[in-house]
T-cell receptor, first 117, second 113 residues
Framework: EAGVTQFPSHSVIEKGQTVTLRCDPI?????LYWYRRVMGKEIKFLLH????????ESGMPNNRFLAERTGGTYSTLKVQPAELEDSGVYFC???????????????FGPGTRLTVL | AQSVSQHNHHVILSEAASLELGCNYS??????LFWYVQYPGQHLQLLLK??????LVKGIKGFEAEFIKSKFSFNLRKPSVQWSDTAEYFC???????????FGKGNQVVVIP
């Protein structure tokens, strides 16, 4: 079974540009999460999709970040315009089940390393 | 907001030494606790978890962790490490009512053969 995949693995862009990160969850997983790790800091939650709906977006830092999951399959995270402080590793995770009833293990992808110059 | 503290961010030890990584969290309600590990070049993966019951939980690769509710702690231990345990270890907490994981800053562990 294929795991969570993310694309690209690395992205280097200039301040002010736009970047779109993609996450393909494990097939059949309704829950999809985005996390971010800024260098030297902890991994922080950004948001949680259940199918195509945003269940929890309390961790999104500002309106320069837009996450979508059209059709409830893969998800994209767009940063527009990118700022220097957006640099970090963006992780995606997925889990089975729907909503927050019970808990199912979150399986993580390899991450996308974003560098904003 | 809940927070998770991990100390001794860089740990270097020799093979066969014992390892203990501390994890403290700040949250007064019911929590679920996790340790994740990221081996070099690999994904984050679940090492072990505590939901309820026996506060001493055993995970993969000989790791165990003990939940001490009165101390808000969930320390990770391994009696005898191997070179292959070189990795970054993350403690994480989930509170009831949502699925977000709150992570600590991680412990970079290097085991010298």
């Amino acid at each position: 079974e294929a795991g969570v995949t993310q694309f690209p693995s690395h992205s280097v862009i200039e301040k002010g540009q736009t970047v779109t990160l993609r996450c393909d969850p494990i097939s059949g997983h309704d829950n999809l999460y985005w996390y971010r790790r800024v260098m030297g800091k902890e991994i922080k939650f950004l948001l949680h999709f259940v199918k195509e709906s945003k269940q929890d977006e309390s961790g999104m830092p500002n309106n320069r970040f837009l996450a979508e999951r059209t059709g409830g399959t893969y998800s994209t995270l767009k940063v527009q315009p990118a700022e220097l402080e957006d640099s970090g590793v963006y992780f995606c995770a997925s889990s089975q089940g729907s909503g927050t009833s019970g808990y199912n293990e979150q399986f993580f992808g390899p991450g996308t390393r974003l560098t904003v110059l | 907001a809940q927070s998770v503290s991990q100390h001794n961010h860089h740990v270097i030890l020799s093979e066969a030494a014992s390892l203990e990584l501390g994890c403290n969290y700040s949250y007064g309600g019911t929590v679920n606790l996790f340790w994740y590990v990221q081996y070099p070049g690999q994904h984050l993966q679940l090492l072990l978890k505590y939901f309820s019951g026996d506060p001493l939980v055993k995970g993969i690769k000989g790791f165990e962790a003990e939940f001490i509710k009165s101390k808000f702690s969930f320390n990770l231990r391994k009696p005898s490490v191997q070179w292959s345990d070189t990795a970054e270890y993350f403690c994480a907490v989930k509170s009831r009512g949502n699925n977000r994981l709150a992570f600590g800053k991680g412990n970079q562990v290097v085991v010298i053969p």
